[in-house]
């Protein structure tokens, strides 16, 4: 018999992983919707759907292993870095998908919730003043208008997977939709910024980076104390808090 693997869990949602199946239970059916739509509609490699049954959704197991994740030792060629962000590019160029997705909240929304938590983090004495006000310096140029992108809104390196130098399949997909597509590349290379040249070579456009470190220190900031109530450690060597060092 297969042995249940628990590949992440928190108090929104869980994934177990059962031999060459996933199961996602999410109480939040709307974020299971959004997943399966953008699985459908995303010109990339995406797992099978095997069935669903509210709130588990079962989808197969892709091919290769992930370029790495956050904190940990990154993997791949740069060749497969850069086949990465070719298949980002893809997805950016493709047709929008019908909602806005987390890389698509409103700069107003954004800056008040950015100003609330950098006030947050420095009151509960979670960080150091001058670490957050530094980094909710550099968080402004990422608080400009943009042209809607088909986004991922969650494009972790831990949910890319490549055999070789290809490709072979991108999950959990329950924030994408419209947005910003400097977020997902932004994203993808957080705490990997020696890859970065490597993904803007295969995403094939210039990129203002600027507006990727502003992106690097926004995520990083909104989501410290977040990881801590839920039980993760961004303190962790190469995790968040290490991304807002290094912008100092």
Not at 66 to 77: A, E, I, N, V
Not at 131 to 155: C, I, K, S, Y
Not at 179 to 204: K, M, Q
Request: some cysteine; glycine content about 8%; charged content about 25%.
């Amino acid at each position: 018999m297969d042995e249940v693997k628990v590949v992440v869990a928190h108090s929104e949602r869980a994934t177990l992983r059962v031999g060459d199946v996933f199961l996602k239970v999410d109480a939040d059916q709307a974020r299971i919707d959004v997943e399966v739509e953008a699985m459908s509609l995303a010109p990339v490699p995406t797992p099978e759907v095997l069935w669903r049954k509210p709130p588990v959704l079962a989808i197969a197991a892709l091919p290769g292993t992930t370029l790495g994740r956050l904190g940990g030792t990154s993997t791949g060629s740069p060749a497969a870095w850069a086949a990465a962000g070719a298949a980002i590019r893809k997805l950016h160029e493709a047709p929008l998908p019908p909602l806005p997705g987390r890389a698509g909240r409103s700069i107003v929304a954004l800056a008040a919730e950015l100003d609330d938590e950098c006030e947050l983090l420095v009151t509960n004495g979670v960080l150091p003043a001058d670490l957050v006000t530094r980094n909710r310096q550099v968080a402004e140029a990422a608080l400009r208008p943009w042209t809607p992108a088909f986004t991922h809104g969650d494009l972790q390196i831990a949910h890319v997977f490549v055999d070789g130098d290809e490709v072979t399949g991108i999950i959990d997909w329950s924030e994408a939709g419209q947005g910003d597509a400097l977020y997902d590349l932004a994203t993808f290379t957080l705490g990997h910024e020696e890859h970065l040249d490597d993904v803007i070579a295969g995403y094939g456009t210039d990129i203002d980076l600027d507006v990727i470190h502003a992106w690097w220190s926004l995520r990083s900031l909104l989501a410290v104390r977040w990881l801590i109530e839920h039980g993760f450690d961004p303190f962790a060597p190469g995790c968040e808090v290490d991304v807002l060092r290094s912008r100092m």
